[in-house]
């Protein structure tokens, strides 16, 4: 069974810095891609950043040039550097693993989440 542990949320103003870490329980590199979701009260989830097992990247257009993800493979870990935050971006953020092979059941899993609140 995959585990996925983030860390590293809480509460800044706006223009400050986190970053967010994704501790995964197995290689990293065993998944197609991990990503960092987020989803805001009364709002649905949305993908704001992920990295393949490639180290492609893409990013929700709202957090580029402010957001960076990248992996640390000898640690397990995905990262979301967050600069330049802002209200807007306060909620919940979710690592998730796509593990899917292709043509079989998908297996994507998600981690518990954790609060980022910025105030004004």
């Known amino acids: 069974q995959v585990q996925l542990v983030e860390s590293g949320g809480g509460l800044v103003q706006a223009g400050g810095s986190l970053r967010l870490s994704c501790a995964a329980s197995r290689s990293i590199s065993s998944f197609n891609a991990m990503g960092w979701y987020h989803q805001a009260p009364g709002k649905q989830r949305e993908l704001v950043a992920f990295i393949t097992s490639t180290g492609s990247t893409n990013y929700a257009d709202s957090v580029k040039g402010r957001f960076t993800i990248s992996r640390d493979t000898a640690k397990n870990t995905v990262y979301l550097q967050m600069n330049s935050l802002k209200p807007e971006d306060t909620a919940v953020y979710y690592c998730?693993?796509?593990?899917?092979?292709?043509?079989?059941?998908?297996?994507?899993?998600w981690g518990q989440g954790t609060q980022v609140t910025v105030s004004s």
């Open positions: 998730n693993a796509d593990g899917t092979v292709s043509g079989l059941i998908p297996r994507v899993y």
